[in-house]
């Protein structure tokens, strides 16, 4: 972490903090100076600071903002196990691109999908361990409205987990909420 002052001794700390910004992005930056105008918190917050303190200052109040913006760095420093590439996504023995919008089975051979399909696999990636009824799947995966006699949701996840899971008669990845809808249960 770097404290920082506008007016030091041979560099304007806001060209200091501007410089520390995009050499060291991830390097947390508390502006603690004088210059405590609406105006110059303004600039040293649009120049990178992450926090900015004018003087004088309580020292408890410093020392809870210098914990502040550890806290918030060490959050970001940490995020939560994400894909190595967030345009694939596992399901089950599969992985679906995004990208390409296809589904690739453990042995990296395509799996024939149609479009339906896919539209339905990627409304299950963006809604990890979310229940969609299928009202929701209906309207965002297909566009359309659901009829409560419209069996067309059923008959293609029935088609996708027969594709997707190692057992589709006991299914892990696209689990049924009983008087919901669906489920996708990524792997932990």
Known sequence: MAVLDINMPGEN??????????????????MLTTAGEAIDRI??????????????????????RVRAVLRRLQVTAAPA???????????????????????YGTD??????????FDLLALFARHPNRPLNRDQIMEQAHNRGWDVFDRS?????????????????????IKTVRNVGYVYVPAT
């Open 153 to 173: 949701i059923d008959l293609r996840v029935m088609r996708l987990r027969r594709k997707v899971e190692r057992n589709p008669d006991k299914p892990e990845v």
């Open 81 to 103: 196990a994400a894909p190595a590439d967030p345009e694939r996504v596992v399901f089950g023995a599969c992985q679906l691109d995004l990208a390409q919008r296809k589904l």
């Open 43 to 64: 600039v040293g917050l649009e120049v990178g600071a992450d926090d900015y303190v004018a003087k004088p200052f309580e020292l408890r109040e410093l020392l809870a």
């Open 13 to 30: 700390g806001l060209s200091l903090a501007r410089a520390l910004r995009e050499s060291h992005p991830r390097m947390a930056v508390l």
């Open 108 to 117: 990296g051979a395509e799996i024939d999908i149609t479009a339906a399909e």
